[in-house]
């Protein structure tokens, strides 16, 4: 399976991408800028060597080609980025992973975006398209450093239970994640709104914290 | 330390009486009718003889005058209860666990109250009270289990340092349950709201979760 992402070259999503193609996913970096992202294609290779990951760099129409999208923009660019490639996106799963939070003080906040959510903006954006939320807890930077396990549960929701099931194929096949079904998009709001928590306790705490529910051990 | 519940007689106040009798606090009952309390009183002492729990009943008032007071009521109560007792509240840590979720359709999905979440609410309406918002992912009906531990992370934050402090401190008498300081009262929105995906894994999977996070495990 071909996975394009865009907005690739940020901190989500190269981190997102050098993951997924180590797990064996032919991954296409995606950038308004093609040189960018063959910039940091070329700095993942090198720096993975050891890993033979199968990365292309293109721009973003060329990255939305591929089977499943992920939208891995700052969140403000989130839904305009889906629908400059909407043709391409058209019948797709597409999957959202930013977070609306802002800065005020020492803390994060979230934001309430239009429609409630990131996810739900890009749905909005990009109607014919079957757009999850996914992967909103998962610290970015971690998800990078391909030596070391991640160890998460995702949440994904969509009002598509095709995308759910596509999304939780792809995340099932990252150890130590767990993918899990939270029911329909108007989810992601919540979803989303929680990455504020977990950037707070980063804070205090002086750590990387991640989400592991309880109760769910026979899954 | 005595610690007064309004709206004790619901699962979430009823579970959480018995719990924090359980461990040695002075518990007392409080509800619109004094004589629902003692109802809710004699039930939790019957069921659970051999702990000897400590537990008064009062109405909303009387249960106002203890030192530290949490507000159990259904969410669309909570702050006009706060409010009906401000003179008992004044200058007093309150502890706020109320979610503000509608059911539609089979799906659970968190409600915007006024001031962006309940807790607000009920800081501003008992504006000198020191609010915490707290236990809103422990699940209510395993927590007045008391011959079974609840494992759960427990988020906490206001904007008083010495609420947050006085409520890890009552939370951290309670085994298995691990409080964390998650910043000031702003993050109560993303905290409620997020309690609409913990039910909606329940449901999905047919179980009751509760929040852990990863990555603090030096606590």
New interface residues.
């Given amino acids: 399976m071909r996975i394009g992402i865009l907005g690739a070259t940020g901190p989500a999503g190269s981190g997102l991408a050098a993951r997924l193609a180590s797990v064996g996913f032919d991954v296409v970096l995606g950038s308004r800028s093609k040189y960018k992202a063959m910039e940091v294609r070329d700095s993942l290779v090198t720096r993975w060597a050891d890993h033979d990951l199968e990365i292309e760099a293109s721009d973003s129409a060329g990255a939305a080609e591929a089977d499943v999208v992920v939208i891995a923009t700052p969140w403000d660019a989130a839904a305009s980025t889906a629908a400059s490639v909407s043709k391409q996106l058209d019948g797709k799963v597409v999957i959202s992973m930013a977070n609306a939070l802002a800065k005020?003080g020492h803390?994060f906040?979230?934001l309430?975006p239009p429609r409630g959510s990131v996810a739900a903006s890009v749905q909005a954006a990009v109607p014919r398209s079957l757009v999850a939320a996914a992967l909103h807890h998962v610290p970015a930077k971690e998800l990078g450093h391909l030596g070391e396990p991640v160890?998460?549960d995702v949440?994904v929701c969509s009002d598509h239970p095709e995308a759910t099931e596509v999304t939780i194929g792809i995340v099932s096949r990252i150890p130590d994640l767990r993918p899990?079904?939270?029911?329909?998009l108007?989810?992601a709001?919540?979803?989303e709104?929680?990455?504020?928590?977990?950037l707070?306790?980063n804070?205090?705490?002086k750590?990387?914290?991640?989400?592991?529910?309880?109760?769910?051990h026979d899954?």
């Fill in positions: 005020v803390e906040q979230p309430v160890e998460s949440l899990l079904d939270a029911g329909q108007s989810n709001a919540p979803i709104a929680f990455a504020a928590v977990l707070q306790l804070v205090r705490y750590t990387r914290v991640a989400v592991r529910f309880t109760g769910l899954l």
